[in-house]
């Protein structure tokens, strides 16, 4: 099974994401972490996406789309994978269905978690994340039992800068540009089910997930 979540900064991709590929054994593919990972490594990729991530600047695509190829390059392929974050232009989305295809695979279904600006823009003035395993947190939402402090790790807890108003918004922008496109591009393909109480807790939007997924068959 090959899944897209898709959804604007802060809409819970990454959650939903995580959990989907840990109860059906699906392998998580991040691009945050994918591209952090990746800057802090001294491969020729690393070096070419680290001033990119350094100004938090957009990686341009075919950089991103190496970097995808390469880690399903390296999967077990018998794995099926979730995609979050990814792909996030149109011309990422055609490189993926190459990309796959070529592997024998197509992806199954996108799904795309819907949720207001306002509470987007909440969302991002309350998270937290771990400087050493980049665990998520959130001052309202689910905060750490030790203000500051990681409940997995001990690790710090800071404010990402991407979570930072004026950088979030510039991202909520730059989403509704060259992203909200792939909801109609993915729409004409028939693979997009809209997940309409984004906003609801977690679970909630979980089992909603779920059903898209169990009709896929
Ligand atoms: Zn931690």
Redesign the pocket.
């Known amino acids: 099974m090959y899944l897209v979540i898709l959804g604007a900064p802060g809409a819970g991709k990454g959650t939903q994401a995580s959990r989907l590929a840990k109860e059906m054994g699906l392998v998580h593919i991040a691009s945050g972490n994918l591209l952090r990972e990746a800057a802090r490594s001294d491969s020729p990729l690393g070096l070419q996406v680290r001033p990119y991530v350094e100004k938090g600047a957009l990686v341009p695509d075919d950089i991103i789309i190496a970097l995808i190829k390469d880690k399903l390059g390296n999967l077990d392929q018998a794995r099926g994978v979730v995609f979050d974050g990814f792909p996030r232009t149109r011309e990422q989305a055609q490189a993926l269905g190459a990309a796959l295809s070529s592997m024998g695979k197509a992806i199954d279904r996108v799904l795309y978690i819907k949720v207001s600006e306002a509470e987007l823009v909440r969302r991002s003035a309350g998270r937290l994340a771990?400087?050493?395993?980049?665990?998520t947190y959130h001052v309202q939402d689910n905060p750490p039992r030790v203000p500051g402090r990681?409940?997995?790790?001990?690790?710090e807890?800071y404010q990402r800068p991407d979570d930072k108003e004026e950088r979030f918004r510039r991202r909520l922008r730059i989403y509704e540009e060259r992203t909200a496109p792939l909801i109609d591009y993915y729409k004409q393909a028939g693979l997009l089910v809209e997940i309409t109480n984004g906003e609801e807790e977690i679970d909630k939007v979980y089992e909603e997930l779920m059903a898209a997924v169990r009709a896929v068959g």
Do not use: V
């Open positions: 771990c400087l050493a395993c980049e665990a990681c409940d997995q790790c001990g690790g807890l």
